[in-house]
């Protein structure tokens, strides 16, 4: 019999579960082509390091941007890798469990789909992504219980109010994890004249980031070229540059939530007062951001605990209650 699997495609990172066997793949979002022949040489982790090894025909590509698929033959060579590494076969023509952020259009829904029908998979349905965090976390998403959780994470974030198996109230924006790297990279190079690696924005968001101003004062030191000369030097940058460069995204994160509670129905309203929000996603770890969120909206608000696989464990216990999640899956088909 054929295994059932579940899906988290994201920007950054991408991640395959079974009902049986758990995650079995959380890596990178990227897929490594030989352009001389067209053929997928590696995916995940396994794709990064290989385009640094080897000649410049092995090509790495992201193929998803914002919470969308922007290369429908790419995306379907990374879900057809995923499902290889998962030990799937393709004529095993599984049944596919897939999120889709709440903000998707039909297009994009349609695309992420036929995607993973070409990837080999007889049968997918899709679930937005907030209701699949809200079943991870164990909340009650079919009761009439406003249940209140942002999903953060590297190209879009969404912060929902869900009762009743639907979404009442969102926020939506296409940004995230991966726009503060490119906007503390973006600055770097107005202020300090040099270009860093992506991996090393990245490794300074983790150190000096604080959405609340809290690490002022400290500083890292980073391997980076001059952008007249391509020469490399060692650049210090301080904390205080780093959270400059987040400003606009966190503050436009904040707002999306604040709109999204201020929609809310009287009665739900009073439930995420009782009951607080839940941010999941990779960007929930940025320092101190639940913290800030928690102080404009009086709310309570939490990080959960490895908020990054939150939604591909929903997904994961879908695969064992399809029957009775039927109609959360049939409202992420519109």
Same mark, same amino acid.
């Given at each position: 019999?054929?295994? $059932?699997?579940?899906?988290?495609?994201?920007?950054?990172?991408?991640?395959?579960?079974?009902?049986?066997?758990?995650?079995?793949?959380?890596?990178?979002?990227?897929?490594?082509? $030989?352009?001389?022949?067209?053929? =997928?040489?590696?995916?995940?982790?396994?794709?990064?390091?290989?385009?640094?090894?080897?000649?410049?025909?092995? =090509?790495?590509?992201?193929?998803?941007?914002?919470? &969308?698929?922007?290369?429908?033959?790419?995306?379907?060579?990374?879900?057809?890798?995923?499902?290889?590494?998962?030990?799937?076969?393709?004529?095993?023509?599984?049944?596919?469990?897939?999120?889709?952020?709440? /903000?998707?259009?039909?297009?994009?829904?349609?695309?992420?789909?036929?995607?993973?029908?070409?990837?080999?998979?007889?049968?997918?349905?899709?679930? #937005?992504?907030?209701?699949? &965090?809200?079943?991870?976390?164990?909340?009650?998403?079919? $009761?009439?219980?406003?249940?209140?959780?942002?999903?953060?994470?590297?190209?879009?974030?969404? &912060?929902?109010?869900?009762?009743?198996?639907?979404?009442?109230?969102?926020?939506?924006?296409?940004? !995230? !994890?991966?726009?503060?790297?490119?906007?503390?990279?973006?600055?770097?190079?107005?202020?300090?004249?040099?270009? %860093?690696? @992506?991996?090393?924005?990245?490794?300074?968001?983790?150190?000096?980031?604080?959405?609340?101003?809290?690490?002022?004062?400290?500083?890292?030191? =980073?391997?980076?070229?001059?952008?007249?000369?391509? #020469?490399?030097?060692?650049?210090?940058?301080?904390?205080?540059?780093?959270?400059?460069?987040?400003?606009?995204?966190?503050?436009?994160?904040?707002?999306?939530?604040?709109?999204?509670? &201020?929609?809310?129905? @009287?009665?739900?309203?009073?439930?995420?007062? +009782?009951?607080?929000?839940?941010?999941?996603?990779?960007?929930?770890? /940025?320092?101190?951001?639940?913290?800030? %969120?928690?102080?404009?909206?009086?709310?309570?608000?939490?990080? +959960?605990?490895?908020?990054?696989?939150?939604?591909?464990?929903?997904?994961?216990?879908? /695969?064992?209650?399809?029957?009775? /999640?039927?109609?959360?899956?049939?409202?992420?088909?519109?």
């Amino acid at each position: 019999m054929a295994t $059932d699997v579940a899906l988290d495609i994201g920007t950054s990172f991408c991640r395959v579960a079974t009902s049986e066997q758990g995650v079995l793949f959380n890596e990178p979002s990227t897929v490594a082509i $030989d352009t001389r022949t067209g053929d =997928v040489v590696e995916v995940g982790y396994g794709a990064m390091d290989l385009v640094a090894r080897t000649s410049r025909h092995v =090509v790495a590509f992201r193929p998803l941007a914002q919470g &969308a698929t922007i290369d429908f033959d790419v995306t379907a060579r990374l879900l057809a890798g995923l499902l290889e590494r998962a030990g799937i076969s393709k004529v095993s023509r599984v049944r596919a469990v897939m999120s889709v952020p709440s /903000l998707a259009t039909a297009i994009e829904r349609r695309a992420l789909r036929q995607a993973a029908v070409q990837a080999g998979a007889r049968e997918v349905s899709l679930i #937005e992504s907030p209701l699949a &965090a809200a079943i991870g976390l164990g909340l009650p998403v079919q $009761d009439p219980v406003g249940s209140a959780v942002s999903v953060l994470g590297a190209g879009a974030s969404e &912060a929902t109010l869900i009762s009743l198996g639907g979404i009442v109230t969102r926020g939506t924006r296409r940004h !995230g !994890g991966s726009d503060l790297d490119a906007a503390i990279a973006s600055l770097i190079r107005h202020r300090h004249g040099v270009v %860093i690696a @992506p991996a090393a924005a990245e490794a300074l968001k983790i150190a000096l980031a604080s959405a609340m101003s809290r690490t002022s004062g400290q500083s890292e030191t =980073v391997s980076a070229r001059t952008v007249e000369r391509g #020469e490399p030097v060692d650049v210090v940058v301080s904390a205080d540059l780093v959270n400059d460069a987040l400003h606009d995204v966190i503050t436009s994160t904040v707002t999306m939530v604040q709109d999204s509670l &201020a929609e809310a129905p @009287p009665d739900l309203s009073q439930d995420v007062s +009782a009951r607080g929000m839940t941010l999941v996603g990779g960007l929930a770890r /940025l320092r101190d951001l639940g913290e800030l %969120i928690q102080k404009k909206t009086n709310v309570d608000v939490r990080v +959960a605990p490895e908020p990054e696989l939150v939604v591909i464990r929903g997904l994961q216990m879908c /695969l064992e209650e399809m029957s009775s /999640l039927h109609a959360l899956f049939r409202d992420a088909d519109r």
